[in-house]
C-alpha cells in the first residue's frame, strides 16, 4: 500500500509539474499575442531590429521605416512594418534563377526571340 501511495504522489507531482509548465506557457503565449498587436516604442523597435536606437531615429527619418508620430514627438513602430523592412530587398537562390530562366527558355523558344531581335533592329533602323 505504501508503494502505491508513492507512486501516486509522483503521479501527482509530475501533474502538478506538468501543470505549471502548461499555465507558463499560456502566459507566454498570451504576452506574444499582446505584443503583436501593439505599437513598438523606439527602443523595442532598435532591440528587434538589432540596430541601436540612433540608427533607427536615421532609418525613419530617411523614411526607410514606416512609423507614427502621433503627437509629433514620440515614435511608434508597428511590428510588420519592421519585418517589411527586414525583409526587402530579397536574393533569389541559384536554384530560383535557374528554375525562372528554364521556364522563360521554355515559354519563348529562340526563333521568338531572334524574331523580336530582327523586328527591333528594323524599328530602329527606320
Known amino acids: 500500500m505504501r508503494k502505491t501511495n508513492n507512486r501516486n504522489s509522483r503521479v501527482l507531482g509530475t501533474d502538478s509539474g506538468v501543470q505549471a509548465r502548461l499555465?507558463?506557457?499560456?502566459?507566454?503565449?498570451?504576452?506574444?499575442?499582446?505584443?503583436?498587436?501593439?505599437?513598438?516604442?523606439i527602443n523595442e523597435a532598435a532591440t528587434y531590429l538589432h540596430q541601436s536606437k540612433s540608427h533607427t531615429y536615421h532609418l525613419t527619418s530617411q523614411g526607410l521605416i514606416?512609423?507614427?508620430?502621433p503627437n509629433g514627438k514620440k515614435i511608434y513602430f508597428l511590428k510588420q512594418d519592421l519585418d517589411a523592412y527586414l525583409l526587402r530587398n530579397r536574393r533569389s537562390a541559384i536554384e530560383e534563377?535557374?528554375?525562372?530562366?528554364?521556364?522563360?527558355?521554355a515559354n519563348y523558344p529562340a526563333v521568338q526571340v531572334a524574331r523580336k531581335c530582327t523586328q527591333v533592329g528594323r524599328n530602329s533602323n527606320a
Open 23 to 41: 499555465e507558463r506557457i499560456e502566459c507566454l503565449l498570451s504576452e506574444i499575442g499582446t505584443t503583436a498587436r501593439k505599437p513598438l516604442d
Open 66 to 69: 514606416a512609423h507614427f508620430k
Open 97 to 105: 534563377i535557374d528554375s525562372t530562366a528554364a521556364s522563360h527558355i
